[in-house]
Every structure is written in C-alpha cells, then in structure tokens.
C-alpha cells in the first residue's frame, strides 16, 4: 500500500503504540459500559458523563498533591472511587425506582442524567475550566503507553474473574438472564443491580483518570467518548466483555493508521470500520448476551 | 376531505390555534417570533422521527443526520452554485430521503438496539465528513450568510413561510398515518410476527416508511436554514438526535401531536430557562426526571389519558 510521505517503519510503530493505548483506554470505559449492558440491559448514556467526572477528579487529585507523579498514581486509585460513589448515590437514589419500565424510559433517564452530570462537572470545575494541557510531570511519565498496554489486559482478566471465579459475579450473571429466578430464590436482586452498576461506573471513572495525561480534559469530553464507547460495544456484542476488547482495538487502531494515512479524515477510519464490522456481522463479532 | 378522519370538535380546536399562530407575530416582539419559529422547526424534525419511533417501533437513534443532510444540501445549493432556488429548497428533502432510503437499507435488516446503532456509526459516518471535509462543508465552522430568497427573509415572512410548510407537512403526516400504510405500518409496530404471517412486507414496508420519515426531516432540515441562514455540523451530531428522540418521548410518543408538544417543550426550557442560568441543561435533566417518574406516557400521553380513559388500555394492549 502506498503511504504518505515522511512514513517509516518508526513512526508506524509508534503511532500503533499510540493506537493500542488509546483502545486500552476505550476498552476499560467500554468494559463497564458493557457490563452494565450485560446485567441490567439498560444503555447508559451517562456512562460517558460518568467518565468526565473521572478525568476531572483524578485532574483535581492530581494538584491537590503538588502535581507530582506519586499524586497521578494516588488519582488514579482514588478517582475511580468518587465516580463509583456517585453512581452509588444516582442508583439508590433514583435509578432502582425504575427497573421495571421499559427500556426507552431507562434510556430517557440516563439521557437526563448525562444532563446532570455534565452540568454538575461545570459547576463543580467552572465553566471556562476547559482544554487543560496535560502538565510536564504526567507527558514525561516514561512509558505511560506502556503501562495502559499492561492495565488493559489487567482489567479484562479482573473482570473476567470477578463474573466467572466469585460468587457475586456468577449472581449478577444469573440476573442478567432472568431476574426473577434469582429473586425466587432469594438473593436481592436490586443490590445486585446496583453492584453492577457502580462496578460498570467505576470502570467509566477509571477510563477516565487513565486518559488524564493523554488528552486536554475539558467539558464535553463525554460526547466523544460515550458514543465511541456505543460503538465498540455493539460492533463486539452487546455485553460481551471480550468483544469490547475486540472493539475497541479495532477503533483505536483504525484511527492511529488512519492518522498516519490521511489526517483530515483520521476521524472517519473508526466509523467506516464500525460500519463494515456492522454491516458482515450485525450482532457483532462475538456473541452478545442478549 | 377530512370527513370522518377528524372530528368537528378537534377541527375547530385545531382552527383556533391556527388562527392565533396567524395573527401573533406582528404583535409579539421579535424574539417571540423568533422562537415560535423554532419551535415550529424542531416540531416538524420531531413529528417526522415520530413516525417511525412511535408508530413504527423503529428505534431511529440518527435522525438528526437527515435532518443535518437536508440542511446542507439547502445551504451548499443555494450558496455554492448558481441554480433557482427552490431547486435547493426541493433538493433538500430529497437528498436527505436518498441518504435515508441508503441507511435505511442496511438498517432495516436490524432491529431495535442494533438497528439504532448501526444506523447512529452510520450517521456518525456522515458527521465526520462533514466535519472534516473543509473546503466543501466548511468543517466545524460550517456555512455562514446563505443567500435566502428575500421573499422569505425577513423574520416575519419565513415565520409565516415555516408556519405554512409546517401545517402542509403535518396534514400529510395525519393522512399517510390514517392511509393503509399508516395503518400497516402501526399493525408491524403492535405485532410483527402476525404481520409477516398475514403477507405484509414488513421491511418493505419499515423502510418506507423511513425514506418518507427522512424526507420530512429534510424539509425541517431547509426551513433551519431558512430561518437561520447558517448551517453547522452539530446539525448531525448525535446529541441533537438524542434530543429529538426525547422530545417524541417526552411529548407522548404514541399520539399524534405529542412530539409537537415535546419540541416546544424542549425549545422554552432551553431558551427561557437558558436566560437565567447556564445551566439549563441541569434544569432540563431534573425536569426530564421528574417526568418519568410522574409521567411515564409523555405529557401529551398523560392529558389524553385524563381526557379519556381507553388510550390506556390501548397502550398497554400493544404487547411490550
């Protein structure tokens, strides 16, 4: 194939570099996305608000402590933990209340809570609080690529141990396929859920603190991510973690080739991808679970 | 013509309105108008994607993308080449159905969740074209100072131009809905497997009625540019289509005249609630919640309800 000028074996190395760290970073806010899929069958569109929250707390985090390395890896654990006790709060609060509507209507709720999160996130970092370079300390972090290349795969292996190897993980799959089951037999379906739930939203927060020194967080970032997260899922299967996986190194490949190959229209490669991948295969590549 | 379709009562009802839409705008200010006009807008992209969301079941996730496509096409006719310009205005829709019949195509093989997302990495698809593709759409800028008849330019007159466009297209809506293809299309959404059974064509007939939903948007699509002399390319972004889909919802998305009410909804609160604070998208999002909590059949859905008693049981008989 004929490439641009000035292309070498090198910077096709490390723009694949760049590629699979960027889909590592899709993979574990898609993981979540998916799991939640999976269990609760409710796409959440907050999802991507949820992920914002968590690149500006591991941000805030990360000044708190002098912005000095050690205080990005104290982020990096702690952010996650907010966003998962927001989600906590969001389900207990109001999301339980709605299990038994339909669909649409749990769409229609985390529409409104995408809304509400992303306003929150303005009111709580300020609204011209947007487009932050990433600081030196984090851009000359050595082998940041690297480390998300190791953490991605971390986080499959945790996930897939945690719905195959322990005993809530193989309830919240007994849920997913029929919730009254496991209600008859006397597990509390409703805490289920929402363990799944915050599970799936902590994964969104940690996505979230792991982006913070690839890109500029600002508002709006969870427009961007939520649909590419949409995306990756469906062309992997609904709810099937490894097709996320799948997915999301397609995506974000695709677009660090289609950088090197046409620039301008980097942004259209994932999406002519996801299109082909959907039009072969249109319940995706793996088997969903629904 | 409409004898029997629609009773004396609604006719007078929806006679008055009318009448009082007519006359308002040399009395309201201009920012009345103003929004009126956008409201009638947003109303037209609502109804057209409510006739394939609430009377068809189809989950149509992108439908701000023919609208966006109408848009463009009006914009790049009527500013970029020398032709008349109701060949822009006609060009619009009928672009807008193209691409929807192409999209449409490939979805209707689909359904639900993954027909709406199919159809959403398809319009995302078009998106970044657009977005991208600066010397001919003008990339994230999009187009600016559109030559716009000055038939219809004034702010007045493309009121009253929108406002006439608007009550033809929703007459046509209200009898393809009551046509027998309305009324197929209706059976497919209560009952798909009977469908098929009985001989109906049901992704035939899914299809069309996309293609003809898509060329409704293509007509809201060119009364923007109209009324706004500019296009950009949040026109196709997927939050716009997210925000339509949830006004059909939140105006009732198994009545008729329920996503009108969602539109107007969603413009006031955007523009009133706008001016008090910036953040009324938190606003937006308390009050959505709100809704479904108390409200669960739309606005329109819980007045009809009240008004009379059967269109419960009439939605809960359409088999979930």
């Keep these: 194939m004929e490439l641009g000028q000035g292309l070498d074996l090198a910077s096709l190395g490390s723009q694949l570099l760049v590629g699979l760290s960027r889909a590592m970073i899709l993979f574990v806010v898609c993981a979540g996305l998916s799991f939640v899929l999976g269990v609760l069958r409710v796409p959440n569109v907050a999802h991507g608000s ?56 749990l769409l229609l709720f985390t529409f409104a809570l995408m809304l509400i999160f992303g306003d929150l996130v303005k009111l709580a970092w300020g609204p011209e609080y947007c487009s932050v370079v990433p600081p030196k300390v984090l851009r000359a972090l050595p082998r940041y690529n690297f480390f998300l290349l190791i953490i991605g795969p971390l986080v499959a292996i945790a996930l897939w141990f945690f719905t195959n190897r322990t005993k809530i993980g193989k309830i919240s799959r007994a849920a997913a396929v029929d919730r009254e089951m496991v209600g008859v037999i006397g597990i509390n379906v409703s805490w289920v859920f929402a363990a799944a739930f915050v599970i799936g939203c902590y994964l969104a927060g940690l996505g979230g603190a792991l982006v913070v020194p690839t890109v500029s967080v600002c508002l709006g970032m969870d427009h961007d991510i939520i649909i590419e997260a949409f995306l990756i899922v469906t062309i992997g299967g609904l709810g099937n973690m490894w097709g996320a996986l799948v997915g999301s190194l397609i995506f974000g490949v695709t677009h660090s080739l289609g950088v090197l190959l046409w620039p301008q229209f980097a942004i259209v490669f994932p999406y002519a991808a996801v299109v082909i991948v959907l039009l072969l295969r249109p319940r995706g590549l793996l088997k969903s679970v629904w | 013509m409409f004898r029997g379709i629609i009773d004396r009562k609604s006719l007078w009802f929806i006679g008055a309105i009318l009448i009082v839409l007519l006359i308002l705008p040399p009395i309201l200010p201009r920012f009345y108008t103003y929004i009126l006009a956008v409201i009638f807008v947003t109303s037209l992209l609502a109804m057209s994607l ?72 398809l319009g995302s698809l078009i998106w970044a074209i657009a977005f991208r593709w600066y010397s001919l759409t003008g990339g994230d800028d999009g187009i600016h100072g559109i030559p716009i008849p000055s038939l219809i330019s004034s702010l007045n007159s493309s009121y009253y131009f929108i406002l006439i466009i608007l009550v033809i297209c929703l007459v046509a809506l209200y009898l393809i809905l009551k046509s027998p293809f309305g009324t197929t299309l209706e059976a497919i959404r209560d009952n798909p497997q009977r469908c098929e059974a009985v001989g109906v064509n049901v992704r035939r007939h899914q299809l069309m009625a996309i293609v003809i939903a898509t060329f409704f948007a ?72 709100l809704l479904i909590f108390f409200l669960p059949e739309g606005v329109m859905g819980y007045f009809l309800e009240k008004l009379k008693p059967q269109v419960r049981e009439v939605a809960e008989g359409r088999g979930e």
């Design chain 1, 50 to 105: 949820l992920y914002m929250i968590g690149a500006f707390s591991a941000y805030s985090i990360f000044r708190f402590f002098g912005s000095s390395t050690g205080g990005f890896w104290l982020a990096l654990i702690l952010a996650p933990f907010v966003v998962a006790l927001v989600s906590l709060v969001a389900e207990r609060a109001l999301f339980c209340h709605l299990y038994q509507r339909e669909h649409l209507m």
């Design chain 2, 218 to 289: 293509g007509i809201a699509g060119v009364l923007f540019v109209v009324l706004e002399g500019s296009v950009f390319p949040d026109l196709l972004f997927w939050v716009l289509s997210l925000e339509v889909f949830i006004m059909c919802l939140l105006g009732g998305w198994f009545t008729f005249a329920g996503p009108i009410l969602g539109a107007a909804i969603m413009v006031s609160l955007r523009t009133f609630v706008g001016i008090f604070t910036e953040y009324w998208t938190l606003i937006l999002g308390v009050i959505l919640i």
């Design chain 2, 50 to 121: 409510n006739l394939v969301l609430g009377h068809g079941m189809i989950f149509q996730f992108h439908h701000g993308v023919f609208y966006g496509v109408g848009a463009y096409t009006a914009a790049l006719m009527l500013s970029k080449t020398s032709l008349p310009m109701w060949i822009g205005f006609v060009a619009g829709p009928v672009v807008a159905a193209l691409v929807g019949l192409l999209i449409g195509w490939f979805c209707v093989r689909l359904t639900r969740l993954y027909f709406g997302m199919l159809q959403i990495s």
